[in-house]
């Protein structure tokens, strides 16, 4: 079975660049996380998408984040301009309910330079 | 979600149980326990979940206590490939806190 799919696995940019992340979660999951993990601030929830409906984005960092989902089996995260404080590694993770086991993809290193 | 303690660290022998305990005193009666690992660079591997009643997977086995303040995860024959981060988690909805959780390093 495919996992959690997500790309690029890396990405380095430049300060006030646009960069966008993608995920493809499991197949028959309706639910939908992207995370973002940094040393400082641990593992933290950005958006909860919920059949394709953001249900809870209180932890979009700031405008210049916005996440979309088109469809059930595709997601994007945006960061646009983009600064080196955006600099962690995102994670995707889908579920069946939202109350559920969540599984992760294997996470986007973005540096921003 | 109720908050839990974990040790920050322990260590295990390679082939013997590994018993990873954690508090979380202020659970109340709707909210489940969940634990997640971490191995270095992947992404959070969900493990086990549970409300009151012991349970069993193919990888760990989840002991709660009668009172559900305290749990035990198990993993009954450690291998070095279960180094990782262990995080115990408390929720009743679809948010998973994530704290600092339990470093837990196999050796040979």
């Known amino acids: 079975d495919a996992g959690v799919i997500q790309s690029p696995r890396h990405e380095v940019t430049e300060m006030g660049q646009e960069v966008t992340l993608r995920c493809k979660p499991i197949?028959?999951?309706?639910?939908l996380f992207w995370y973002r993990q940094t040393m400082m601030r641990g593992l933290e929830l950005l958006i909860y998408?919920?059949?394709?409906?953001?249900?809870?984005d209180s932890g979009m960092p700031e405008d210049r984040f916005s996440a979309k989902m088109p469809n059930a089996s595709f997601s994007t995260l945006k960061i646009q301009p983009s600064e080196p404080r955006d600099s962690a590694v995102y994670f995707c993770?889908?579920?069946?309910?939202?109350?559920?086991?969540?599984?992760f993809g294997p996470g986007t290193r973005l540096t921003v330079l | 979600d109720a908050k839990t303690t974990q040790p920050p660290s322990m260590d295990c022998a390679e082939g013997r149980a590994a018993n990873l305990p954690c508090n979380h005193s202020?659970?109340?009666?709707?909210?489940?326990v969940y634990w997640y690992r971490q191995i270095h660079s992947q992404g959070p591997q969900y493990i086990i979940h549970?409300?009151?009643n012991n349970e069993t997977n193919e990888m760990a086995s989840l002991i709660i206590t009668e009172d559900r303040k305290s749990s035990t995860l198990i993993l009954p024959h450690a291998t070095l490939r279960d180094t990782a981060v262990y995080y115990c988690?408390?929720?009743?909805?679809?948010?998973?806190?994530f704290g600092a959780g339990t470093t837990v390093t196999v050796r040979a």
């Open positions: 993770a889908s579920s069946s309910t939202s109350g559920s086991g969540q599984f």
């Open positions: 197949s028959g999951h309706n639910s």
């Open positions: 998408f919920n059949n394709n409906v953001p249900i809870d």
């Open positions: 202020t659970i109340s009666g709707n909210e489940y």
């Open positions: 549970g409300l009151k």
């Open positions: 988690i408390v929720r009743n909805d679809y948010k998973l806190s």
